[in-house]
């Protein structure tokens, strides 16, 4: 077997549950005789206080523990309605929650900068915010690094060939190296510290006009319809290059496990690959339900088979997949081109950038509430009701940035903070909850 599925493999524990005498523990906790076992060790005060404790849920609400909902005769059934018990309690919190962030998150940028020359192409992917709290970002031939810490920037880099410039941007896990796709179809790797470049890499013959790390690999999407994964430590960096799309590759975004990439190209197609078989252009799945060319693809950080993916202005549909099965969880309808998806890593929710639409409602961010894909409060702008071309958050979740056709980058702080910890569930709160586990 090839080392690289050796080394994505996962495992999990199944525990055993053949030792345990669940018939014995249920009389346990049920029957109220004093001769079990020998002499009881609680009171019937005790007992009684357990009891009530027993009988509500961790919110308060009535709840009945060991409790078998319907006859064997009618088992499917009882199972659905299980399921619609457990999709009902999860969507009440979210319901709440969404009422509350209404109210909360700001309705306005918490800082504006000025970004002449910023690319207002939808197949370009110019704005990258890397670990180290440094956000890089094309203007014109330049790659400018911005350290928001201290306010200042600085240029790592300028194509001087006449009629080239960056197309596509992102940094290494590490944030020590930055990739730079250009629209000569050269794909370069620079020093952040040093501002050097490191090397070339080869392969492309058109546009790169998208980017993105796995480790060491550097995975490169093109106008040229290839997907190249590059091993920036070999010589001979080419590990597979697949031409699968049959239009110009405008997305690629690896999942949190490292082994499966989605890619959104021109042909309105979404593929989901295993990176073990790329070489052999065999894909997982492929999704066709998009109308328009797909750059917007964003992996669920909770989650690693949910993906999320939006489709051109033909088509403005934000989906969501399950790319373990390989269906469609949810469409909702935008009324306009979909440029960029964030997650956020804090509260479920989902936030959209919007350039041309259908309707009058385009050209916007959108916060949207996950599963129910319900908005969440009004949708903000860029000046002049310009479009939301580029969109990245900071490492700790909490901040924006999105980048404009009017030439600005704007930093909003829509995302934290982080929920409180503190009205956690026990594990034994978990362990009593029909919410926490599914029952079967």
């Not at 206080?49 to 009618?74: A, H, I, Q, T, Y």
């Not at 300028?158 to 590490?174: F, G, I, L, M, Q």
């Not at 190249?228 to 049959?246: E, G, K, M, P, Q």
Request: glycine letters at 8%; hydrophobic letters at 35%; a positive charge.
């Amino acid at each position: 077997m090839d080392i690289c599925c050796l080394l994505m493999k996962g495992d999990r524990f199944i525990p055993n549950r053949s030792l345990m005498d669940l018939d014995q523990a249920h009389t346990l906790l049920t029957n109220r005789t004093n001769n079990i076992l020998g002499k009881p060790k609680f009171n019937d005060e005790y007992r009684r206080k357990m009891e009530e404790n027993l009988k509500l849920d961790v919110e308060g609400r009535p709840f009945r523990m060991l409790v078998f909902r319907g006859s064997p005769k009618s088992s499917r059934q009882s199972t659905r309605l299980i399921d619609e018990m457990r999709r009902s309690d999860e969507e009440i919190p979210l319901q709440t929650h969404d009422h509350r962030r209404h109210h909360k998150f700001r309705l306005k940028e918490t800082r504006i900068l000025d970004a002449p020359h910023l690319s207002d192409d939808y197949y370009s992917n110019v704005m990258d915010w890397g670990k180290s709290n440094l956000l890089a970002v094309v203007l014109g031939r330049k790659l400018y690094i911005l350290n928001d810490e201290v306010k200042k920037a600085q240029i790592l880099m300028e194509v001087k060939r006449e009629h080239d410039y960056p197309t596509s941007v992102a940094w290494s896990d590490d944030a020590k190296i930055v990739a730079v796709g250009c629209i000569s179809s050269k794909l370069q790797l620079w020093d952040a510290e040093t501002s050097k470049l490191v090397r070339d890499l080869q392969g492309h013959k058109s546009r790169v006009g998208c980017v993105a790390w796995n480790g060491h690999i550097l995975t490169s999407g093109s106008k040229d319809k290839a997907i190249i994964n590059h091993d920036v430590r070999a010589r001979n960096s080419v590990v597979s290059l697949t031409r699968v799309h049959r239009g110009e590759v405008c997305g690629v975004k690896w999942s949190s496990t490292g082994n499966v990439l989605a890619s959104g190209g021109n042909d309105n197609l979404v593929y989901i690959w295993d990176f073990c078989k790329m070489s052999s252009r065999h894909h997982m799945h492929k999704f066709n339900e998009h109308n328009a060319a797909v750059k917007a693809i964003a992996w669920c950080p909770y989650k690693s088979d949910v993906l999320a993916s939006g489709g051109g202005i033909n088509d403005g549909c934000l989906k969501i997949w399950n790319t373990k099965k390989g269906t469609c969880i949810s469409t909702t309808e935008t009324g306009s081109q979909i440029c960029g998806i964030q997650w956020n890593r804090h509260h479920k929710e989902i936030l959209s950038g919007h350039g041309f639409g259908t309707t009058e409602r385009g050209c916007k961010l959108c916060l949207w509430s996950y599963p129910s894909m319900a908005r969440i409060g009004e949708p903000l702008h860029h000046a002049n009701s310009s479009r939301v071309l580029h969109l990245t958050q900071s490492p700790d979740g909490l901040t924006v940035v999105s980048g404009g056709a009017d030439e600005t980058i704007r930093f909003w702080e829509i995302f934290g903070p982080p929920q409180d910890d503190s009205g956690n569930n026990t594990d034994l709160d978990n362990l009593l909850s029909l919410k926490a586990s599914a029952v079967r």
